[in-house]
């Protein structure tokens, strides 16, 4: 697909800075930042689509009188330059050292959480701070975790390494809409753990580097594109020339949560549970980001206006003028997910209006009020729903006509003229076995392939595939031939994500898994009882439940007044880095002697099951990571273990343990 206008604004405002990173590379020629970066973007993979444009947004989005013969150049300049100063009101200032920036690295966003953050302790009471090294992003190593004490940062061979990579990316290639994708994933890649601004200025006062490039980029990014769609040349240069002034809404922030999940991952039924646990958890995982993108791709806005999709949740950035588009798509995906899961699954979505000085100092009372408005969807079941979709919900429906035409997973009607299997004895209707073979695809990581498809009516009881298939997702595994030429995204679960042979048409991304799952037996996943063999003593089963204490009340209140969009993404993001990716890490040894399976770690909490003997260790392990992860005890974990026998339904209900010991 050919890119169009509103790409330039997204480009434009995603590498403003990139030139930052070049310029610590080559500290010492005294080029301005933004001249780095024009020059970078000056190649002929950006010059033969948009001709200037995209090296001039970003060599003048700090001049103040810009060129006023072009009114197309004019406005990307202006909303380049708006999108950076409402996303730069995130920068903290505090009495510090001055640091050259090329000897600057980004300080972990949890040591900017007072110690006593959750009752009103002193601002400066902060941990001891902790720092990242000036490298690419991974979680599959301790160099996840920050460090209280750290060698200069080197940062001349991480721009080497990613030179070399955008060099494979672009050579003999003009730049394509599938593109963006794969140029934000780089840029996560490469300066995710780089600050954004450095403490260099000459008063005592200074900048206190806790926000990555990463996330400056691509919040300046998800603003300007919502900038773009909102304003008009008129208003534009109102907004531009004093945005603490203009107090109309210009923006959205829209928070989704999947309810019901609970019930839907944690089964009371026998026989596959444990092979299908795992698939479940996954689907819910794809079935998040599906929806998030089932938005964007409705309102055509790229993906960085998805600042999070994880554990059930997500949170978007959309025009203030896209509401009422909103919430008919909310009513569309609601009718979506009755029809297909008969009322198991809702997704809950809310909004709250963002003016220009809401940038500047009110994200906190805004989150809180996200929160409170989703709190009040949750009293309104099915809301979303149109009136004479709504009146089904109140009609008798007959799930079976007798105990032999039940699944015994899900107690769900088994028919096996739809699906349904008889395996190892067990009646499995269509959806639940499906659900063992994507825990079983799912074992080790893949890739995972994405093809963008018009949205169809899902079927009743729809499986897995259907459902996803409902939002515009195909989705295949590793090895799964895919015929479609354009709009596949291709997702790696580990940062070296281009292949070798790049195909046109084709985004590329990666993302951590949280795969940690059991070798297998004889080509199929232990049961229980299997796993239980495996315990020091007797062979019972255990339940490992673990979760971040008062979470809501950290997002809301934790940062206090340096809560802005980039931080609360950088803490969710963090968040996410360390369950799906870095607790994976720390289970995949005892997964591989078959001691415990990995069932579910995202967003802020995780489930085990495993061997009894060998969970206490493990809940042990986790906890250390995490506290050198927050550097202090001001952010707790909490954790249980239930232990109980290996034909025991695992039905883990809330939280069964107390916080961890250190």
């Known amino acids: 697909m050919a890119p169009g206008d509103s790409e330039k604004v997204w480009l434009a405002a995603l590498l403003h800075d990139i030139g930052k990173f070049e310029q610590r590379a080559k500290w010492g020629s005294h080029t301005p930042h933004q001249e780095y970066g024009a020059r970078w973007c000056e190649c002929d993979y950006f010059r033969l689509a948009f001709g200037s444009d995209i090296a001039e947004g970003v060599r003048q989005h700090h ?24 996303a730069a009101g995130e920068r903290a200032k505090a009495v510090r050292e001055q640091e050259d920036p090329q000897r600057s690295g980004l300080i972990s966003i949890f040591s900017r959480i007072p110690l006593h ?27 996840f975790l920050p460090q209280p004490n750290l060698p200069q940062p080197d940062y001349p061979t991480l721009w080497e390494e990613f030179n070399k990579e955008w060099q494979r990316f672009t050579a ?14 780089l840029l996560e890649k490469y300066t995710s753990f780089i600050p954004s601004a450095t403490p260099w200025e000459e008063q005592d006062e200074r900048t206190v580097p806790d926000v990555s490039l990463y996330d400056h980029l691509r919040v300046t990014a998800a603003i300007a594109a919502c900038l773009d769609r ?34 839907f991952i944690y089964l009371t039924g ?62 569309e995906i609601g009718r979506k997910l009755f029809k297909a899961f008969q009322g198991d699954l809702r997704v809950l979505i809310a909004n709250v209006p963002l003016t220009a000085s809401d940038f500047l100092g009110a994200i906190p009372g805004k989150w809180a009020e ?25 009609e008798p429906v007959q799930r079976a006509t007798d105990a032999e035409s ?87 679960f580990d940062p070296y994500f281009l292949p070798v042979h790049l195909r046109s048409g084709w985004s590329y991304e990666f993302r951590p898994l949280a795969a940690a799952t059991p070798a297998p037996i004889e080509h199929r996943l232990p049961d229980y009882e299997e796993i239980a063999n495996t315990a020091t003593g007797a062979k019972w089963l255990g339940v ?107 039905v883990p209900a809330g939280r069964i343990g107390t916080p961890c010991p250190r």
């Open 230 to 263: 909102q304003l008009l040349p008129q208003t534009l240069e109102q907004v531009w020339r004093e945005p603490a002034g203009y107090s109309e809404p210009l923006l959205t922030l829209v928070k989704g949560d999947l309810s019901g999940i609970q019930d």
């Open 172 to 185: 003999n290639r003009t730049y394509a809409s599938a593109d963006f994708r794969t140029l934000v994933a």
């Open 63 to 86: 001049n103040r009188t810009p060129e006023r013969s072009n009114e197309a150049r004019l406005r990307l300049i202006q909303i380049v330059q708006l999108a950076d100063k409402l």
């Open 117 to 143: 953050w959750n009752d009103q302790g002193e601002a400066g009471d902060y941990p001891p701070e902790q720092r990242y090294p000036v490298q690419s992003l991974t979680w599959s190593s301790d160099l």
């Open 270 to 331: 026998h026989g596959g549970a444990a092979r299908g646990l795992k698939g479940r958890s996954f689907f819910l995982q794809l079935l998040t980001e599906a929806i998030a993108q089932f938005i964007l791709r409705k309102l055509n806005l790229p993906i960085v206006c998805q600042l999070l999709a994880s554990g059930g949740h997500f949170y978007l950035l959309i025009p203030y003028n896209a509401l009422e588009s909103l919430s008919q798509l909310h009513a």
């Open 406 to 492: 039940l699944c015994q997973v899900c107690y769900g009607v088994w028919d096996q003229l739809q699906g349904g299997k008889i395996d190892d004895g067990i009646r499995k209707c269509r959806r639940c076995y499906r659900f063992e073979e994507l825990g079983m695809d799912i074992r080790s990581p893949q890739v995972l392939l994405i093809e963008q498809v018009e949205p169809t009516e899902p079927p009743s009881n729809a499986d897995w595939e259907q459902t996803l298939y409902a939002f515009g997702w195909k989705v295949h595994l590793q090895d799964t031939p895919v015929q479609a030429e354009q709009g596949v995204i291709r997702i790696v």
């Open 370 to 394: 996200l929160g409170q408005k989703l709190r009040e969807c949750r009293q309104r079941l099915w809301a979303e729903l149109p009136d004479n979709e709504f009146q089904q919900l109140f």
């Open 544 to 650: 490992l439940r673990m979760d971040v204490d008062s979470l809501g009340q950290l997002f809301a209140n934790g940062l206090g007044s340096e809560a802005t969009l980039s931080r609360m993404a950088t803490l969710s993001r963090m968040m996410r880095y360390f369950f799906e990716g870095y607790v994976a890490h720390l289970c995949e040894p005892y997964a591989q002697q078959r001691q415990i399976y990995l069932i579910y770690a995202g967003g802020d909490d995780l489930f085990i099951v495993g061997a009894w003997s060998v969970l206490p260790e493990l809940a042990f392990t986790i906890r250390k990571a995490f506290h050198q992860l927050t550097g202090a005890d001001h952010i707790t974990l909490s954790a249980g273990i239930a232990i109980s026998h290996p034909t025991t339904p695992a």
